[in-house]
């Protein structure tokens, strides 16, 4: 159980294009969505908080309109990259908190995203 | 805050033998640890999990460790396998704040 699904695994894009990922969680509900990213070597850092049916809270240094969050129902949460850049070449990782069960928290196996 | 780092800390440990891989964390006031298991290319993979109120937890072949004194958090792999070859990350969280995740231990496993 507490599965966590992100799609796609991999994508690159074109610099200035837009790129949605998705993550999906498959057999619970999910109050609150967790937006990471990770950078080769090093740790998770936390992007930003996403809250069904509310706004996202953003971390500090995080652009929120370069990197949206639409979290519409309790079972998906979408982050869309706008006009990527190549720094913004990442490993982003999303993970779930069950409505339910709190704990521990669950993550999805990451999208690799390359802007070229 | 992000930890910046040309390097993770690697561990490297003979096939069969025990494993300990630290973490200082950084809130007195965190309640509950996890410990994850990041393999290559791939999302945190969730060990072992403690709360402030208990100092040990075992599971199977795995033991996390307490120190709130020392803000110390501690993973103990019993009988290590090539398949534990991973990046482990220790994550602290306070009460409903997000998780804050460790810089990362790489570990090796030599057959």
């Known amino acids: 159980g507490a599965v966590v699904s992100q799609h796609p695994s991999w994508v690159i894009c074109k610099s200035g294009t837009s790129v949605k990922i998705e993550c999906r969680s498959l057999?619970?509900?999910?109050?609150?969505m967790f937006w990471y990213r990770q950078f080769p070597k090093q740790s998770l850092m936390l992007m930003a908080t996403s809250n069904e049916g509310s706004k996202a809270t953003y971390e500090q240094g995080v652009e929120k309109d370069k990197f949206l969050i639409n979290h519409a129902s309790l079972t998906l949460s979408t982050l869309t990259v706008t006009s990527a850049h190549p720094e913004d070449s990442s490993f982003y990782i999303c993970s779930a908190v069950s409505r339910l069960s709190p704990s521990p928290l669950h993550f999805g196996n990451g999208t690799r995203l390359t802007v070229t | 805050g992000e930890s910046v780092g040309l390097h993770l800390p690697t561990l490297s440990v003979q096939e069969g033998d025990n494993s300990i891989i630290n973490c200082a964390y950084s809130n007195s006031a965190s309640d509950y640890f996890i410990w994850y298991k990041q393999e290559s290319g791939k999302g945190p993979q969730f060990i072992i999990d403690?709360?402030?109120?208990?100092d040990k937890r075992q599971g199977q072949r795995v033991t996390v460790l307490l120190n709130k004194t020392v803000k110390h958090l501690s993973l103990q792999i019993a009988a290590t396998q090539p398949g534990d070859s991973a990046v482990y990350f220790c994550?602290?969280?306070?009460?409903?704040?997000?998780?804050?995740f460790g810089k990362g231990t790489r570990l090796s496993v030599i057959a």
């Open positions: 057999d619970f509900q999910a109050t609150t």
């Open positions: 403690i709360r402030s109120n208990m």
């Open positions: 994550a602290e969280k306070q009460g409903n704040t997000p998780l804050v």
